[in-house]
């Protein structure tokens, strides 16, 4: 079975500033696909960033990057120069069986 | 643009009525299609994963009766709702997986039964 933990449910981030929301996930498949998922409050599901388990390098897309530590199960989301926008619900989740993770409400502070 | 279209967005209707839900992806093909339920400032829970030409596969406690799945195509899914009541308000979301391409979403239905 898989599994996604999202241990944060909030976070507060000054604009400008970067965070990093926490993922940890579990499954016994020696290989496997994590992805972040952003969701407004619109409801939609933007696709962020995807890494691969046998991927040699973290992903990176923009301000978006994946500090994946693959003997800790971690897949944590950086989030470079949080601007406004960026105030939203983020998933980790896996593909397999897409298993999301509880989800993490991230709010920007101006 | 999009690549998986839902629809409607919003449904209101009353208690008993039936309401079927569309969800298209619009330039792949989508060998599974999997439909979720969303209460408000909670995870996705998945509901369904269906795949083009068999029935669907339904999670632990979802009524396969209630929630009529169909998968004709290799482009569109859709989710019915029968005989609605209260109690099914909720957001619906679909999502499309085709070859090695991450999940692509549709954007939602908010269903609200009076």
């Known amino acids: 079975a898989q599994k996604i933990t999202q241990t944060q449910p909030g976070m507060f981030v000054q604009e400008k500033e970067a965070v990093t929301l926490d993922c940890t996930y579990d499954?016994?498949?020696?290989?496997?696909?994590l992805f972040w998922y952003k969701q407004p409050s619109s409801g939609e599901m933007i696709f962020l960033i995807y890494?691969?388990?046998?991927?040699?390098q973290n992903a990176t897309e923009g301000r978006y990057s994946l500090n994946f530590q693959k003997a800790r199960k971690s897949a944590n989301l950086v989030i470079s120069a949080s601007q406004l926008g960026d105030s939203a619900m983020y998933f980790c989740?896996?593909?397999?069986?897409?298993?999301f993770g509880a989800g993490t409400i991230l709010r920007v502070k101006s | 643009g999009a690549v998986v279209s839902q629809h409607p967005s919003r449904v209101i209707c009353k208690s008993g009525t039936s309401v079927k839900i569309e969800c298209r992806s619009l330039?792949?093909?989508?060998?599974?299609m999997f439909w979720y339920r969303q209460f408000p400032k909670q995870s996705l829970m998945l509901m369904a994963t269906?795949?083009?030409?068999?029935?669907?596969?339904?999670e632990q406690g979802v009524e396969k009766d209630k929630f009529l799945i169909n998968h004709a195509s290799l482009t569109l899914s859709t989710l019915t709702v029968t005989s609605a009541h209260p109690e099914d308000s909720s957001f619906y979301i679909c999502?499309?997986?085709?070859?090695?391409?991450?999940?692509?979403f549709g954007d939602g239905t908010r269903l609200s039964i009076l």
């Open positions: 269906s795949n083009e030409g068999s029935k669907a596969t339904y």
């Open positions: 989740a896996m593909r397999e069986r897409v298993v």
């Open positions: 499954t016994s498949d020696p290989s496997y696909g």
């Open positions: 330039d792949f093909q989508a060998t599974t």
């Open positions: 890494q691969g388990s046998y991927d040699q």
């Open positions: 999502s499309a997986l085709g070859g090695t391409q991450p999940q692509h």
